[in-house]
């Protein structure tokens, strides 16, 4: 059985209201054993010890709302093929990389998500720990509008459906059973009433469907989640008893739409960096041209490339925007600071908000950038301190791991991501990630990295 501790380090234990020191953590096995003063050091000489020579230390950060399966491929190609499941491995691992020690996907092919979690979980793979909601299930031109229905053999190949498209209750609580048989612990839904991609209005899922998914759930013990962008998907929400509403309504929240969400004890991952990525598009598109190479492999990088350079173009959308895929920019501009709005008065009211990135999930979603998400929510309002909770001990209650991660306690999971300077006084430390720790073994050294 494997003993070792760590001290010489500022603690930020995901529950704190400041950073404290002179400190130890005793880990036995994967499991923290005990969080103790200083001066106790001494008791434990069997112990194996790191001196941290002042770093902090804090839970493995909490994605709690990812798409880690997606490949960075918007056009399948012969290089596409041959590349993916290295890209995959990237993925995985530029989780860990970047401070991510637990993820919710929150859309994935089934099996090949449920696959690469017994890969980490058997220790045939370097990722983090990772809770599903599997495919997406939504109505037949319903969001994600871009996501096809594979056939049989592509489906086959791929390990499943992206996404359920469907129009009736008895083939919702199917899907739904199917889903979790298959692996998920949350399904995912979503309302969206005009799409964001310049193709005019939407259909959606009857109500009678919403409850044959909230039914389904229930009796599963598996978690709702509801994709939404707009305030009748926010009401929607909450109509139907989702446990997440994930995105941000773009237009302002009444006091009374507020209240209501309060009232449900619900919660949201806002991913405000979704809108915000749309001031970036040019940084962005020179950090894929200078850095990307790290965390993407060559066809992958290529095709992201040219997501966002089409981003670029004048005049914008293209002629052919009612035939392709071009997101709305100003949608997500004129959305931000009504977003930030909403956010702070969800705060405000105690609202629980947790942190999700949306990483992979659009073309300006990349790996390395769950800082910006940090930053956006002290923009709205968070302290720094505030903004950490969230992306610790709140995201953890919000995915229901709050007994195994999200705060440095006697019992649960040794996961710490550790960084130089203090993110308490300067939220964009977080980048600056110097260890890792996943179930008490380092999964990352910057100082020995092994991409």
């Known amino acids: 059985m494997k003993k070792k501790g760590f001290f010489n380090f500022r603690l930020f234990d995901g529950i704190s209201d400041r950073i404290l020191s002179d400190r130890i953590i005793r880990v036995h096995d994967d499991r923290i054993a005990g969080v103790e003063e200083l001066a106790d050091k001494d008791k434990y000489s069997d112990y194996d010890w790191t001196d941290l020579k002042g770093l902090t230390l804090m839970p493995g950060f909490i994605d709690a709302h990812i798409h880690i399966t997606v490949p960075f491929v918007f056009k399948i ?6 590349q ?44 983090p720990r990772v809770v599903t909601a599997t495919s997406f299930i939504t109505s037949p031109d319903g969001v994600p509008e871009m996501a096809p229905t594979l056939n049989f053999f592509e489906a086959l190949m791929a ?31 979503q309302y969206s009433e005009e799409s964001f991609l310049f193709h005019g209005k939407l259909s959606n899922l009857s109500d009678e469907c919403f409850r044959a998914l909230r039914e389904t759930a229930d009796k599963r013990g598996v ?21 997440t509403l994930e995105h941000c309504a773009t237009g302002l929240l009444t006091d009374k739409d507020v209240d209501s969400f309060i009232e449900k004890n619900m919660a949201i991952v806002p991913t405000l960096k979704v809108l915000g990525d749309a001031f970036e ?45 071009y997101p709305d920019i100003k949608f997500f501009e004129e959305g931000y600071p ?11 009211s105690g609202g629980r908000i947790g942190v999700g ?21 002290t923009n709205a309002g968070f302290s720094n301190i505030e903004a950490l909770k969230s992306a610790t001990s709140v995201n953890a209650d919000i995915i229901g791991m709050s007994d195994q991660v999200g705060s440095i306690e006697t019992g649960k999971y040794a996961d710490f991501t550790i960084v130089k300077g203090d993110p308490t006084t300067e939220i964009s430390a977080v980048r600056n990630i110097e260890y890792v720790v996943k179930g008490g073994v380092t999964v990352f050294d910057v100082h020995q990295s092994n991409e």
């Open 159 to 189: 390990g499943g459906q992206f996404v359920e498209r469907l129009s009736d209750p008895a083939k919702a609580r199917q899907v739904g059973n199917r889903l979790v048989d298959q692996g998920a612990d949350w399904l995912k839904t």
């Open 77 to 82: 190609n012969f290089a596409a093929l041959m």
């Open 338 to 348: 009504l977003g930030l709005k909403n956010v702070e008065n969800i705060k405000n």
């Open 281 to 325: 598009i040019e940084n962005m598109l020179s950090w894929l041209n200078t850095d990307g190479k790290k965390d993407f492999m060559p066809e992958p990088l290529r095709q992201s490339i040219h997501e966002a350079e089409k981003l670029l173009i004048k005049p914008y959308p293209p002629s052919d925007y009612k035939k392709k895929f």
């Open 357 to 377: 990135t949306d990483t992979c999930g659009t073309g300006l979603s990349f790996f390395g950038f769950y800082y910006k998400e940090l930053e956006h929510l």
């Open 84 to 127: 993916m499941n290295a890209q995959l491995s990237k993925n995985f691992f530029n989780c860990i990389k970047y401070g991510v020690t637990t993820v919710r996907d929150m859309g994935a092919f089934p099996k090949k998500i449920t696959k690469w979690r017994q890969n980490i979980d058997d220790g045939k793979a370097i990722g």
């Open 223 to 243: 978690g709702l989640a509801m994709h939404h962008t707009e305030i009748e998907g926010f009401k929607k929400g909450i109509q139907i008893g989702a446990d």
